[in-house]
């Protein structure tokens, strides 16, 4: 069978020798990967989760041991210039795009312990009032176990979506990005009803992979 040859862009080619360099244990790249995926956390986590400078910084570390842990058990890893994912196939947007699904979850895991962030007096609050984003639905997805497989199921799941629905849940969950601002930089969908359809769409799908890979993993 001839080989698959993948064109990888600058960006690309850089993120696929800091992930090949943190598996090989290079201290250069293990240093700059940090940088790499700290530099954006702390440029963004403010407009994802709703937590004071300590606590951020606590949410930080805990993404990326589980980050490392997920690349020392190739999980992601680096092929041919490229950063691979579940079935080998490529994630279909940037390794901080995955970073910050884990950070994302992690930070679900802390809120746990902090009931505020559901306050309706906080930021997070209102967009659960207006919007009305069941919080607890999505934890209650997410938690099927007492462990973390299924939140490493649910973050890879989420990089290796269609482009459209990576694009949608990232923007809606993750970075906590309202209806309105999603249509302006999705153009192309019409209307709110067609984005709230389609966010729907991707949402039950995400939902049944996932339980489908977690009932595989518990009879495996």
Same mark, same amino acid.
């Given at each position: 069978?001839?080989?698959?040859?993948?064109?990888?862009?600058?960006?690309?080619?850089?993120?696929?020798?800091?992930?090949?360099?943190?598996? &090989?244990?290079?201290?250069?790249?293990?240093?700059?990967?940090?940088?790499?995926?700290?530099?954006?956390?702390?440029?963004?986590?403010?407009?994802?989760?709703?937590?004071?400078?300590?606590?951020?910084?606590?949410?930080?570390?805990?993404?990326?041991?589980?980050?490392?842990?997920?690349?020392?058990?190739?999980?992601?890893?680096?092929?041919?210039?490229?950063?691979?994912?579940?079935?080998?196939?490529?994630?279909?947007?940037?390794?901080?795009?995955?970073?910050?699904?884990?950070?994302?979850?992690?930070?679900?895991?802390?809120?746990?312990?902090?009931?505020?962030? &559901?306050?309706?007096?906080?930021?997070?609050?209102?967009?659960?009032?207006?919007?009305?984003?069941?919080?607890?639905?999505?934890?209650?997805?997410?938690?099927?176990?007492?462990?973390?497989?299924?939140?490493?199921?649910?973050?890879?799941?989420?990089?290796?979506?269609?482009?459209?629905?990576?694009?949608?849940?990232?923007?809606?969950?993750?970075?906590?990005?309202?209806?309105?601002?999603?249509?302006?930089?999705?153009?192309?969908?019409? &209307?709110?009803?067609?984005?709230?359809?389609?966010?729907?769409?991707?949402?039950?799908?995400?939902?049944?992979?996932?339980?489908?890979?977690?009932?595989?993993?518990?009879? &495996?």
């Amino acid at each position: 069978m001839a080989k698959i040859v993948r064109m990888s862009t600058p960006v690309q080619k850089k993120e696929a020798k800091l992930i090949a360099g943190m598996y &090989s244990k290079s201290k250069k790249e293990q240093q700059e990967l940090y940088s790499y995926c700290s530099e954006y956390f702390y440029a963004n986590y403010r407009g994802v989760f709703f937590a004071n400078d300590e606590d951020a910084a606590e949410i930080f570390q805990n993404t990326f041991i589980t980050f490392w842990e997920n690349i020392e058990k190739r999980k992601i890893y680096e092929e041919d210039g490229i950063v691979l994912g579940k079935d080998g196939n490529p994630l279909s947007g940037s390794i901080l795009t995955y970073f910050m699904g884990i950070a994302r979850i992690k930070y679900l895991e802390w809120s746990r312990e902090h009931p505020s962030y &559901s306050d309706p007096d906080t930021e997070m609050g209102q967009k659960i009032k207006e919007e009305g984003f069941d919080v607890q639905q999505y934890i209650n997805m997410l938690y099927d176990s007492s462990d973390n497989v299924m939140l490493e199921i649910i973050a890879d799941i989420i990089s290796h979506m269609s482009p459209r629905c990576n694009e949608i849940l990232t923007k809606f969950y993750y970075d906590q990005k309202d209806l309105d601002s999603i249509m302006l930089e999705i153009p192309s969908i019409e &209307s709110k009803d067609a984005l709230k359809t389609k966010k729907y769409k991707c949402l039950e799908a995400l939902r049944k992979t996932a339980k489908e890979i977690y009932n595989k993993y518990l009879n &495996s």
